[in-house]
Every structure is written in structure tokens, then in C-alpha cells.
């Protein structure tokens, strides 16, 4: 069983920059592939990005590329999203996800344990 607890959500202004946290409890941390995902108001839940278990491999969703970075500290048990040049489109629930998965994955179905979220909202 792991448990995700996300923060760092809040109100920032276009062009601006937040950085969510994750931390989890879990055994092995380390076992998990993390992900981050989010969902805006009548929309569907999207990938944003994932980190491999090591860390040493990301991938992101287009959308975000070059303005996001996901990060994990295994010995802290923590995920991390740093956000940059923040869009009033980037606004939703980000959720931090853990997968059991050997490679990374970006379809939410992949993923077990889901955090509660933390609402980020840009305003233009």
C-alpha cells in the first residue's frame, strides 16, 4: 500500500512558476515508476509527466515540454513538478500517481496509488 500526499498548489499569474511535492510512503519507493497528471474542470484526466524509478529517465507531455521538470529524491521519498512560464490553460488538479510498471508510463490506467491533488490555478 502506498499513500501520496501532494502540495505546493496555489494562485500564481501567467509567466509565473510553482513547484509541487509529492511525498509517499512506501516500503520502496524506489520500485515505483511516479507520474504526475491533472484534470481540469469538465475535462478529462491528462499525463503531464512521469520519471523512471532511478530518476535517470522523464518523459512529459507536449504541452509542458520545456516548461516543466519532474524530479524524485528516493532517499526522501518524494516527487517533485517544477512548473515554469506557467498558462492560465495549465490550470487544474494535479494529482501525483505511483506505477509498478518497469517503464515509465503515461496512461493513467497504469497507475495504482493516486494522491488527493493540489489545486494550481494561473491567472492571465
Known amino acids: 500500500q502506498v499513500q501520496l500526499a501532494e502540495s505546493g498548489g496555489g494562485l500564481v499569474q501567467a509567466g509565473g512558476s510553482l513547484r509541487l511535492s509529492c511525498a509517499a510512503s512506501?516500503?520502496?519507493?524506489?520500485?515505483?515508476?511516479m507520474g504526475w497528471f491533472r484534470q481540469a474542470p469538465g475535462k478529462e484526466r491528462e499525463f503531464v509527466a512521469a520519471?523512471?524509478?532511478?530518476?535517470?529517465?522523464?518523459k512529459y507531455a507536449e504541452s509542458v515540454k520545456g516548461r516543466f521538470t519532474i524530479s524524485r529524491d528516493n532517499a526522501k521519498n518524494a516527487v517533485y513538478l517544477q512548473m515554469n512560464s506557467l498558462k492560465p490553460e495549465d490550470t487544474a488538479v494535479y494529482y501525483c500517481?505511483?506505477?509498478?510498471?518497469?517503464?515509465?508510463?503515461?496512461?493513467?490506467?497504469?497507475?495504482?496509488?493516486w494522491g488527493q491533488g493540489t489545486q494550481v490555478t494561473v491567472s492571465s
Open positions: 500517481a505511483a506505477s509498478l510498471a518497469g517503464s515509465i508510463e503515461t496512461s493513467h490506467a497504469r497507475y495504482t496509488y
Open positions: 512506501a516500503r520502496a519507493f524506489s520500485l515505483y515508476c
Open positions: 520519471v523512471s524509478r532511478t530518476g535517470d529517465s522523464t
